[in-house]
């Protein structure tokens, strides 16, 4: 039930997922609005069931006290649903606090993680795509945290895209080691030691567009803004190309020329391609759509949560963090001694 546009679009991504990918799917909400939609688009097929919940949590609630408060929201059931072994796994185009704060409390974290971080795909000139995380599943963050979260989005880009030895950078404001504040110098210093992983030191924002890792980590609140900047300034460049053809007959030809190239270029900036980003940390796969998903988006996030799976990245993922605190020593053993109770996020 969650999204700018549910459910109809969470139903379209949902029967397409069943029919393309083979996944068995529980749709859980408001049985009348989903049966409705399921009616709109020719009935429902077999491997595709309602779970009926009467309650949804909005965007403007607390997420904490609403996961809490509302024990038969579509979020807390599907997440009750994962964590008693009915589910293998969750998506939602819901709140994202509110996601995060039911993947805390029911479906729990993994042993080793502090807070769990939203990592996703982001375009590059290669057309090979960055995973970018965290990217607003925490506000503020520990160096104990970026080390986590290296460990895990290098697991996941072995996993679930299928980079077999992706190179994990930390997004900072310049390449040299005395550049930064504390927390990336930390976390630095800490990458450094850890096993398993191919850390390759400080990568420039700019650089990210053009492949510089194939991971990069960073702090909730900045990597939020450098994801919502590359969408705005895709879609601001897209708009400019548009205006630029239609500005003359003889720019009008070319665009039409052109047309091919620009829509392989959309294709490959088009956020709905990349589907949803996976909460990485948890005991099970729970991956967030954009609130303005449309089924396409759906889909391609169910496409997620599927290479999650198959991929067994959850349990890979267990192990390297097992691993990586081993390998920092005392130090590293930090990342455990002072586990954050609730999420402090919002909307998106």
């Known amino acids: 039930m969650g999204g700018d546009h549910a459910p109809g679009v969470v139903v379209e991504g949902a029967l397409a997922a069943a029919r393309t990918l083979g996944l068995e799917i529980l749709l859980v909400g408001r049985e009348e609005a989903i049966e409705r939609e399921l009616r709109a688009r020719g009935g429902r097929p077999p491997g595709v069931r309602i779970v009926p919940a009467a309650e949804v949590i909005g965007y403007d609630e607390p997420p904490v006290q609403a996961v809490r408060r509302k024990k038969d929201a579509s979020l807390v059931v599907a997440a009750r649903l994962v964590k008693e072994g009915q589910a293998d796994g969750m998506l939602s185009a819901g709140s994202t606090g509110a996601l995060l704060a039911a993947g805390l409390f029911i479906v729990g974290r993994m042993d080793g993680v502090d807070r769990p971080a939203l990592g996703t795909p982001v375009p590059t000139r290669s057309g090979r795509p960055v995973l970018l995380l965290d990217v607003g599943a925490n506000a503020e963050n520990r160096p104990e945290h970026l080390v986590q979260f290296a460990v895990m989005g290098s697991v996941y880009a072995q996993t679930a895209l299928g980079m077999a030895e992706p190179r994990v950078g930390l997004l900072n404001i310049g390449t040299e080691a005395e550049k930064g504040n504390a927390l990336v110098k930390e976390a630095y210093a800490r990458l450094k030691e850890v096993p398993g992983i191919r850390f390759i030191g400080f990568v420039e924002p700019r650089d990210v567009p053009f492949g510089a890792a194939e991971v990069v980590v960073t702090d909730g609140f900045t990597g939020n803004v450098v994801l919502k900047t590359y969408e705005g300034a895709a879609m601001a460049l897209m708009g400019m190309l548009r205006d630029a053809f239609a500005s003359s007959p003889l720019a009008r030809v070319g665009g039409l020329l052109a047309r091919p190239a620009l829509r392989r270029v959309r294709r490959t900036t088009d956020w709905t391609e990349y589907g949803g980003a996976p909460l990485l940390g948890l005991r099970a796969p729970v991956v967030k759509c954009h609130g303005a998903s449309d089924g396409r988006a759906i889909l391609s996030g169910l496409r997620v949560l ?20 081993a390998g920092v020593g005392e130090k590293g053993k930090g990342a455990t001694s002072r586990p954050d109770s609730e ?5 998106e």
């Open 306 to 325: 599927k290479g999650l799976l198959e991929g067994q990245a959850i349990p890979r993922m267990a192990a390297a963090l097992v691993a990586s605190l």
């Open 343 to 347: 999420p402090r996020e919002g909307k």
